[in-house]
């Protein structure tokens, strides 16, 4: 899998603004990740207040901010109705967002997860000592927590994973369910149909039907991200 050199991804980044189409592919998706810390970052520090849900234990989540089309359908049901800014989600509830549309969650614990265009993501109940936990049926989203690590189960067509850090970018390819995360800080165990896997920090794998892992290094300009 070929990446472009970190000078090629910084000058994508400016040129770029993060109204425009986005397409999963390495390149771009770390593109698109090295704009989405800067974005949540912009939300930590615009709430030096917790949030009012800060202390709930119910495992809500909190739609903060979005852009172009953006569904949410509740637990038990098929029935997508447009989303509402500040909207909560709860354990079972789905969200997806069209082309060219982006949304953002804010956790029950301050935790941020970017979701990009073309997404279907639905919030699950946690199991200890998990905090979160989520399914992600194709599309691409980051995981940020600039305050503590976080202990993060997810999983995809392919894999189940448990994670325990603050960045991870994740995405699944709509065709074949091929499955990317990016580990910028933090580890994760994975299962899948093959053997269980092990990352660490600045890792990321590619899980593809029928094929083995690739694990290969993050880019260096992950680390200009800090």
Do not use: Y
């Not at 997806?96 to 804010?106: E, N, V």
């Not at 049926?137 to 894999?159: C, H, I």
């Amino acid at each position: 899998m070929m990446f472009a050199p970190a000078s090629q991804l910084l000058a994508k980044v400016r040129q770029n603004s993060m109204s425009k189409t986005f397409v999963i592919g390495p390149a771009r998706s770390l593109c698109w990740m090295l704009a989405s810390v800067v974005f949540c970052a912009m939300v930590f520090n615009a709430r030096a207040e917790p949030p009012p849900f800060a202390n709930n234990t119910n495992h809500a989540s909190q739609l903060v901010e979005f852009a172009g089309t953006v569904e949410i359908t509740v637990a038990g049901t098929n029935d997508w109705r447009p989303a509402i800014t500040n909207q909560f989600l709860h354990p079972g509830d789905r969200l997806r967002t069209a082309a060219d549309s982006r949304a953002t969650l804010q956790l029950s614990d301050r935790s941020v997860i970017r979701v990009n265009q073309s997404t279907i993501l639905e919030i699950q109940p946690p199991t200890q000592p998990a905090r979160h936990r989520f399914g992600l049926k194709r599309g691409e989203l980051f995981f940020l927590d600039r305050e503590q690590p976080a202990d993060v189960e997810f999983e995809t067509p392919l894999v189940t994973g448990a994670i325990r850090g603050t960045e991870f970018l994740l995405e699944v390819a709509d065709s074949d369910s091929t499955t990317r995360i990016a580990l910028l800080d933090g580890a994760v165990d994975l299962k899948t149909a093959g053997e269980p896997l092990k990352l660490t920090s600045g890792q990321q794998v590619l899980l593809q039907p029928d094929q083995p892992a690739k694990l290969t290094a993050v880019l260096p300009a992950a680390n200009l991200m800090q």
